[in-house]
Structure formats: C-alpha cells, structure tokens
C-alpha cells in the first residue's frame, strides 16, 4: 500500500502561479493529478508513467507542468497563468499499471488540496 500526502495549494489571484508537491510512501510506476471542480467529477489533467513520459488534458496544456523527483518519491505540479476555472479541489493518484490518469485506473488516492482563484 502506497500513502499519498499532498502539500501546497491555497489561492491565487487570476494569471498567478502556485505549485503542488505530493509525498508518497513507496514508488509506483505511474502518477497524475486530478481535480474536482465545483458541480463537475473527477477528472484526470497530468499524468507521468514509467521514465517520464508525460500527457497533460487539453485544459491545462501549455499552463501546468507535472514533474517528479524519484529519489524523494515526491511528484509535482507547477501551475501557472491560473484562471478562475482552474478552482477545485487537486489529487494526487498513483499506479502500478499505466493507468493512472482515468478514476478506474488509480490504486492510491491523497487526501486532496484546495486551489481557489479568483
């Protein structure tokens, strides 16, 4: 069993930055981020299996970067240009299969971090 713990988030104004860090008890083969906006599910934005290779959802292309540091088992989410749509609540999730970017495909869940921006 891998325990995830998330660090980071708070708000930000609109066009700001803010990053995300997500400790992890043990290594697994792929990580991601997901988020819950208000009134929406789950929904899988970055993810990062095996060496590095790494996917983004279209919403997030271009403004999020998702890294990993192996030797901390700590992943990361950098988040600039943020926009008020961006508010939610981001997880953390992990796999040993490659997987991890859709809901039926996490084995390890955090706890969840609030982002607002506004």
């Known amino acids: 069993h891998v325990q995830l713990v998330e660090s980071g988030g708070g708000s930000v104004q609109a066009g700001g930055s803010l990053g995300l860090s997500c400790a992890a008890s043990g290594y697994t083969y792929c990580v991601s981020w997901f988020r819950r906006s208000p009134g929406k599910e789950r929904e899988g934005i970055a993810k990062?299996?095996?060496?590095?290779?790494?996917t983004y959802t279209d919403s997030v292309k271009g403004r999020f970067t998702i890294s990993k540091d192996n030797a901390k088992n700590t992943l990361y989410l950098q988040m600039n240009s943020l926009k008020p749509e961006d508010t939610a609540v981001y997880y953390c999730a992990a796999s040993a299969t490659s997987s991890c970017g859709v809901t039926s495909g996490v084995q390890y869940w955090g706890q969840g971090t609030q982002v607002t921006v506004s």
């Open positions: 990062i299996k095996g060496f590095g290779i790494t």
